[in-house]
């Protein structure tokens, strides 16, 4: 597990947080509108389910907030 935690931890410190708008800017980057980069953010499971369906490979992961990241 903790193994896990820290792979979501490193994953989370190297990704820009876009927050809300995650599923849009997933899109743009997918779609070459944005420049390709590591994101992260918050998407409901019908968003999820969309950008999937589109092609758009997300990985819905828990990521600890981020005053935990050191």
């Known amino acids: 597990m903790g193994a896990l935690r820290q ?3 490193t994953m989370a410190r190297q990704a820009e947080n876009v927050g ?3 599923p849009e800017e997933a899109r743009r980057i997918h779609y070459d509108e944005a420049p390709a980069r590591n994101i992260r953010g918050v998407a409901t499971a019908d968003e999820t389910l969309e950008l999937l369906d589109e ?3 997300v990985l819905p992961a828990p990521v600890p907030p981020e ?3 050191h």
Do not use: N, Q, S, T
């Open 7 to 9: 792979a979501l931890v």
């Open 20 to 22: 809300e708008r995650f």
């Open 55 to 57: 092609g758009i490979f």
């Open 67 to 69: 005053d935990e990241f």
